[in-house]
């Protein structure tokens, strides 16, 4: 690899950004590429670094894992625990992916409201009176940095932080093959059955603001940047799963997107639980998508559509658990490592691309 060099958002060298930053990543997917990429990672090895089977009901590996590298999460309730911790290892060159309580946030829609844990940023510099992030909510013009000064409520905030460790992935066909096409497969084809009991419940009982907002940052953090990474990570060893990955990532962000246009109709609590009804036509569509990658990854053509399953909840527990994680009122005690959100209704998301990513 090439020498370190300091950590940029350049839309030029990013994967699928073309009209905003959170084209096919999340925000902390952005952060690490960053990291990445300053490290010498070639697009191609970013994509494989990153791409991981879909999991959407959880719990078959091991949080913050991939499959050459790791995040390292730092959890505290309270910020000041371990913001000695989060200086020192900027300042030795460590840039730190921070997740702060929005509640402290400076400038936040949500400072002194909620306590809102749901969005990334990277620390790239560190003072005792200066933090200087890059935030894919900055503004472009300023190179997506924002310099934060240091006080109380920013030190508190800081209650859950993570550094990066990876070594450039080695795949071949085969490893793609085994460590990233069949287990997606398989979790897939046994969840389809938990978005049908996750649709049916919605069906029945509504969904509320809190569900629908942890419902979004599972899509768009989790779900559609696994298909988008899958997708260029296969496109040369495995071009129809490819293609189907592809279909599949832009029918879950279509839901994504869905859900943050009814956020702005369903207000912050939104207990009116038939806000979000129209999306579930949506959901609806997203499923179809990944059968047929399931489809076509199997290369059995029934079986996305097969024998069903008899619908359960284990996705809408999935969901609960996720809201209790990033929207909480209290912050979460220490924990698991948090989820990959890609942000609050405020966040724009924009059609993704596959182009510039050579091998």
């Known amino acids: 690899m090439a020498d370190r060099e300091r950590p940029v958002f350049d839309p030029a060298r990013s994967l699928g950004w073309r009209t905003g930053p959170l084209d096919g990543l999340?925000?902390?997917?952005?952060?690490?590429?960053?990291?990445?990429?300053?490290?010498?990672?070639?697009?191609?090895?970013?994509?494989?670094?990153?791409?991981?089977p879909v999991d959407l009901t959880g719990g078959r590996r091991e949080p913050a894992r991939f499959r050459s590298g790791r995040l390292s999460w730092r959890n505290a309730v309270d910020g000041r625990e371990h913001w000695g911790e989060l200086t020192r290892l900027v300042a030795?060159?460590?840039?730190?992916?921070?997740?702060?309580?929005?509640?402290?946030?400076?400038?936040?829609?949500?400072?002194?409201?909620?306590?809102?844990?749901?969005?990334?940023?990277?620390?790239?510099?560190?003072?005792?009176?200066?933090?200087?992030?890059?935030?894919?909510?900055?503004?472009?013009?300023?190179?997506?940095?924002?310099r934060i000064p240091v006080s109380p409520a920013v030190v508190r905030s800081a209650c859950r932080f993570a550094t990066v460790h990876f070594e450039p992935p080695e795949d071949t066909a085969d490893s793609l093959r085994e460590t990233l096409v069949r287990p997606m497969t398989r979790w897939l084809a046994?969840?389809?059955?938990?978005?049908?009991?996750?649709?049916?419940?919605?069906?029945?009982?509504?969904?509320?603001?809190?569900?629908?907002?942890?419902?979004?940052?599972?899509?768009?953090?989790?779900?559609?940047?696994?298909?988008?990474?899958?997708?260029?990570?296969?496109?040369?060893?495995?071009?129809?799963?490819?293609?189907?990955?592809?279909?599949?990532?832009?029918?879950?962000?279509?839901?994504?997107?869905?859900?943050?246009?009814?956020h702005r109709y369903a207000g912050e609590e939104a207990q009116d639980r038939t806000v979000y009804r129209p999306v579930l036509s949506v959901f609806g569509s997203a499923r179809r998508a990944l059968a047929a990658l399931v489809a076509v990854s199997s290369g059995t053509p029934e079986a996305g559509d097969g024998p069903p399953r008899p619908a359960d909840d284990r996705l809408w527990?999935?969901?609960?658990?996720?809201?209790?994680?990033?929207?909480?009122?209290?912050?979460?005690?220490?924990?698991?490592?948090?989820?990959?959100?890609?942000?609050?209704?405020?966040?724009?998301?924009?059609?993704?691309?596959?182009?510039?990513?050579q091998p």
Do not use: K, N
């Open 26 to 52: 999340s925000c902390l997917l952005r952060c690490t590429e960053a990291v990445l990429r300053a490290q010498g990672f070639a697009p191609l090895d970013v994509a494989r670094a990153l791409a991981l």
């Open 92 to 146: 030795e060159g460590s840039p730190v992916i921070l997740m702060p309580d929005r509640f402290y946030w400076p400038g936040d829609e949500f400072e002194g409201r909620h306590h809102f844990l749901d969005h990334m940023v990277l620390v790239i510099g560190a003072t005792e009176t200066e933090l200087e992030v890059l935030d894919t909510d900055a503004p472009p013009e300023d190179g997506f940095v924002r």
């Open 190 to 262: 046994e969840d389809l059955a938990a978005l049908d009991g996750f649709a049916e419940r919605w069906e029945r009982e509504g969904l509320t603001g809190p569900m629908a907002r942890a419902l979004h940052v599972l899509v768009l953090g989790e779900l559609q940047p696994a298909l988008f990474l899958t997708a260029l990570s296969v496109r040369d060893t495995d071009p129809a799963v490819a293609d189907a990955a592809r279909s599949a990532a832009a029918a879950s962000q279509r839901l994504g997107l869905a859900l943050l246009g009814a």
């Open 317 to 357: 527990r999935r969901v609960e658990d996720m809201r209790a994680w990033c929207f909480a009122e209290d912050v979460t005690p220490p924990g698991p490592p948090a989820p990959a959100p890609a942000g609050t209704a405020a966040h724009s998301v924009t059609p993704m691309t596959f182009e510039g990513v």
